[in-house]
């Protein structure tokens, strides 16, 4: 398989299932994704993070906005990995 391969299978398996997490008030499997390591950044629909701190009180906030999801879809629309830096971009579609 290839690095692309790979994350697509990871983006399709463990981040849907943390982002469904998120959408029903759990923050925790979509934290513990996120590197612990410095410089680490979030560039979201809502808002940016920036830093340990900045990306726990984001994730924090977000599952603190939804619970009982009915429905959550990931549509993605295109997606890369380059060396160690990877990106997806898509729609979501969510009842809650």
């Known amino acids: 398989m290839s690095d692309r ?3 697509l299978a990871w983006v399709r398996t463990a ?3 943390a982002e ?7 923050a925790a499997p979509r934290r513990a994704l996120w590197s ?4 680490v950044s979030v560039l979201g629909a809502w808002r940016n993070a920036h ?13 603190q906005m939804f619970s009982d999801c009915t429905s959550y879809e ?12 990877a990106y997806r ?6 009842s809650a």
């Open 74 to 85: 990931f549509e993605l629309l295109a997606y890369d990995v380059v060396g160690d830096m």
């Open 5 to 7: 391969d790979d994350f």
């Open 89 to 94: 971009a898509g729609l979501e579609h969510t």
């Open 51 to 63: 830093g340990q701190e900045e990306v726990d009180e984001l994730f924090t906030a977000l599952g």
């Open 15 to 17: 981040l849907y299932e």
């Open 36 to 39: 612990r390591n410095e410089p």
């Open 20 to 26: 469904l997490a998120v959408h029903n008030g759990d």
